[in-house]
C-alpha cells in the first residue's frame, strides 16, 4: 500500500457513517446475542478457538451479522474473504475458490468465506460453493435477513450450523450509542454531546432492535445540532424524534415474518386478546396483506377455535369474506376488525375440529365397517328383503327426540370422537344420551 492509497483509505474510513465506523472489533465489544456467543456457548468457544466450521447467520437488518462476521475476521488465522451477493458473480466464486485451494495445498491455510445477503444468490451460485464447502477447502459464512430454510439450498444448509439473531434489546441499543458518545477514534467522542435520558430511551424504542437505526438517527441528531452557547449539542426529545425516520415493517409476504404475523394474529384470536389481535391486523394491512388472506384465517379460526361454542362466530367470519370482496381497502379494515374482535371475545372450543381429524385418522388407519343394517337405505327394490332398515327407531316418535339405537358400525360401537367442551352454546343439553354422560 503505498501513501497515497493509505491517505484514501484512511479518508474513506473518516467519511463512512456512523454504523460503520462503529462496528466490534473483537467479542467484547459485540453487543447482544448472549443466546450464541455468551460466555461458555458454541459459537463463543469455536470463534475464540479458531476452530470454526461452516455458518448461516439469519435475522433481521441491524442485528449484527456482518459484525459477528468481522469479528470472526479479526480472530482467524485463517484468510478471510467477502463477497456481497448483491454484485457477485460465479466468475468472483471461483476465483476465491481457486485461491483457497492453493492456500491449503500450499501453505495448509484454510479460508472463510463471508457471503452477505447469500439468500440473493440463485442456486447455480448456491451449487458452486458446495464441492469447497463439503471437502473443507472452505468455511462459509453466510448471512441472511431471509429463513435460510426458505432461500438456501438444503445440501448447503445440512453442512452448516444456523444461528438465528435476534433484535437487540434496548439496553443494548443504549450501551451500543453511548460508546459512540465517547468514543474519540471512531465515533462521536470529539464533540461535546448532552443527550438527554428521555431522547436515549426514544431512540432505543424506535429502532426496533436495530443497530444500525440507532446509530443513523443518533448520527443525524448530532450532526445537524448546532451547539449552544456553552458550546454543547443537546439532544432534547423532540431533537430524537425529528431524528428517527419510520421504520419500515420486516414484514415480506413471501417470507417467514409473513408467517410469523399471521400465526401471531391467529394465536391472539384464539387465545382471546383483543388488542393483539388488532395490532397484527394493523402490522399486515399496513404491509399490504390482501384482505381476502386476513379473512381466510379469521374463518378457519372461527371454525377450528370457536368452533359450536358460538356457531355465530362463523356467519360473522364468512360475511366479512363478502364485505371485504365488496368494500376493498380501506373500508375493509372495518369488517375485518369486526370479525377479528368478535372471533376473539367468542367463547371457545376446538371440538369439532378434533373430532372430525379423530373419526379421519381412524377411517384412514382402519378402513370402511359395514353400515348396520337399519341405518342401511331400505327404500330401493328388494332392500327391505335385505333387512335394510329393519328395526330402525324413528326418532320423531320419542318424546325426547332421542331413540337409544346403535348408529356407528359394531366395530367402532361406543367410539367417541366429540367431545362436547362445554363453553358457550356447547352446553350438554338434557337430553343429551346417556351413553355420552
Not at 446475542?33 to 437488518?61: H, K, N, T, V
Request: hydrophobic share 40%.
Amino acid at each position: 500500500m503505498d501513501l497515497f492509497s493509505g491517505q484514501a483509505e484512511q479518508n474513506r474510513r473518516k467519511a463512512a457513517p456512523l454504523a460503520a465506523r462503529m462496528r466490534p472489533r473483537t467479542l467484547a465489544e459485540y453487543a447482544g446475542q448472549e443466546q450464541i456467543i455468551g460466555p461458555g456457548r458454541l459459537l463463543r468457544r469455536a470463534i475464540e478457538a479458531d476452530r470454526l466450521s461452516s455458518l448461516i447467520f439469519y435475522g433481521p437488518p441491524g442485528v449484527g451479522k456482518t459484525s459477528l462476521a468481522r469479528v470472526i475476521a479479526n480472530t482467524t488465522s485463517s484468510d478471510f474473504r467477502q463477497l456481497s451477493a448483491v454484485g457477485a458473480g460465479i466468475s468472483d466464486i471461483r476465483a476465491i475458490l481457486s485461491t483457497a485451494k492453493e492456500n491449503l495445498g500450499l501453505y495448509n491455510m484454510r479460508t472463510v468465506l463471508f457471503i452477505d445477503e447469500i439468500h440473493r444468490f440463485n442456486k447455480a451460485q448456491q451449487d458452486a460453493l458446495l464441492p469447497a464447502v463439503e471437502d473443507g477447502t472452505i468455511i462459509l459464512i453466510g448471512a441472511t435477513t431471509e429463513n435460510p430454510y426458505f432461500e438456501v439450498n438444503g445440501a448447503l444448509l445440512s453442512r452448516s450450523r444456523i444461528f438465528r439473531l435476534l433484535p437487540l434489546q434496548q439496553k443494548h441499543i443504549k450501551a451500543l450509542m453511548l460508546q459512540a458518545l465517547s468514543d474519540k477514534e471512531r465515533g462521536l467522542g470529539n464533540l461535546a454531546v448532552d443527550l438527554q435520558e428521555d431522547a436515549l430511551q426514544h431512540i432505543a424504542e424506535a429502532a426496533g432492535g436495530d443497530a444500525r437505526t440507532a446509530y443513523n438517527a443518533l448520527e443525524l441528531a448530532v450532526l445537524t445540532t448546532p451547539p449552544a452557547e456553552d458550546g454543547v449539542r443537546h439532544i432534547t426529545l423532540d431533537v430524537a424524534a425529528e431524528s428517527v425516520q419510520q421504520k419500515a415493517l420486516h414484514y415480506d409476504k413471501k417470507g417467514d415474518n409473513h408467517y410469523d404475523v399471521i400465526s401471531a394474529f391467529i394465536k391472539s384470536m384464539r387465545g382471546s386478546d383483543p388488542d393483539a389481535v388488532l395490532h397484527y391486523l394493523a402490522r399486515m394491512i399496513k404491509a399490504g396483506e390482501q384482505p381476502e388472506f386476513i379473512a381466510r384465517r379469521i374463518i378457519i379460526c372461527a371454525a377450528e377455535d370457536v368452533g359450536l361454542a358460538d356457531p355465530k362466530a362463523l356467519q360473522v367470519a364468512v360475511s366479512c369474506m363478502d364485505a371485504v370482496h365488496f368494500v376493498g381497502w380501506p373500508e375493509a379494515r372495518i369488517p375485518l376488525a369486526m370479525a377479528a374482535l368478535y372471533v376473539a371475545n367468542a367463547p371457545k372450543s376446538n371440538s369439532a375440529y378434533m373430532g372430525i381429524d379423530a373419526a379421519l385418522a381412524e377411517v384412514e388407519k382402519m378402513g370402511d365397517f359395514r353400515v348396520p343394517s337399519h341405518l342401511r337405505d331400505a327404500h330401493y327394490p328388494g332392500a327391505k328383503e335385505l333387512g335394510h332398515g329393519l328395526g330402525y327407531k324413528y326418532v320423531h316418535d320419542f318424546g325426547g327426540f332421542v331413540a337409544e339405537q346403535q348408529y356407528l358400525p359394531d366395530e367402532l360401537k361406543g367410539r367417541r370422537y366429540y367431545h362436547r367442551s362445554g363453553n358457550g352454546d356447547e352446553q350438554e343439553p338434557v337430553w343429551y344420551y346417556k351413553n355420552n354422560k
